[in-house]
């Protein structure tokens, strides 16, 4: 229950906390494009079974891979693509923690 909380409030509270205090002019806006973010979930869909409790996404799902979190960091940096490329970076960073605590 512990790892659910935290995976979940990493997804969910981390892109909020980055929203207000970096984008607090728009950061309604900056945290909706962050949690469109966890759109990268889509590759899921092509796993079998789709979900399974003690399996890391990071590198196991094509989106989640070793070769597009470069790509993802990447998109921090250009202000055009900064907020989806923190979204991706934190989606990333969720699931890396819950990886760790399997």
């Known amino acids: 229950m512990m790892q ?3 995976h979940y409030g990493i997804h969910f509270l ?10 607090k002019p728009q950061w309604k806006k900056a ?5 469109l973010g966890m759109l990268i979930d889509l590759d ?8 399974e409790a003690n399996r890391c996404s990071i590198n196991f799902h094509p989106l989640h891979s070793y070769y597009l979190i470069p790509l993802y960091l990447f998109l921090v940096f250009p202000k ?3 907020w989806i490329g923190l979204g ?3 989606h990333i960073l969720a699931d890396a923690v819950d990886c760790s605590m399997m």
């Open 44 to 51: 899921h869909l092509l796993a079998n079974p789709i979900f």
């Open 88 to 90: 991706l970076c934190v």
């Open 31 to 35: 945290y909706i494009i962050m949690i």
């Open 80 to 82: 055009k693509t900064r």
């Open 14 to 23: 981390l892109p909020l906390a980055i929203a207000l205090y970096f984008f």
């Open 4 to 6: 659910s909380f935290i």
